[in-house]
Nanobody, 115 residues
């Protein structure tokens, strides 16, 4: 499974961005996909996850009500709509795919939110 993210950039606080992650390869084996982020000098943390079968979603408390994860199975693409962005959302955002407990990662896309 290969994952390619896009959509990062720089915005002011209160702004919005939409990240995309296109999966290729053995996409039929993906159980769940998600977004993680890693800020400088901090550990990588889960932002949101969506299961492949029934589309169950889960969010980190810090982004609930502001971020929305979704997927388009026909396009093998996952999205992260980020609204009301805050400076503390600044990080490299990584796409992740769970293939029977084997994890695959994208290369990451930078999101910078200025105050």
């Amino acid at each position: 499974v290969q994952l390619v993210e896009s959509g990062g950039g720089s915005v002011q606080a209160g702004g919005s961005l939409r990240l995309s992650c296109v999966a290729s390869g053995s996409t039929f084996s993906i159980i769940a996909m998600g977004w993680y982020r890693q800020a400088p000098k901090k550990q990588r943390e889960l932002v949101a996850v969506i299961t492949s079968g029934d589309g169950i979603v889960n969010y980190a408390d810090s982004v609930k009500g502001r971020f929305t994860i979704s997927r388009d199975n026909a396009k093998n693409t996952m999205y992260l709509q980020m609204n009301s962005l805050k400076p503390e959302d600044t990080a490299v955002y990584y796409c992740y795919a769970d293939v029977h407990k084997i994890g695959y990662w994208g290369q990451g896309t930078q999101v910078t939110v200025s105050s």
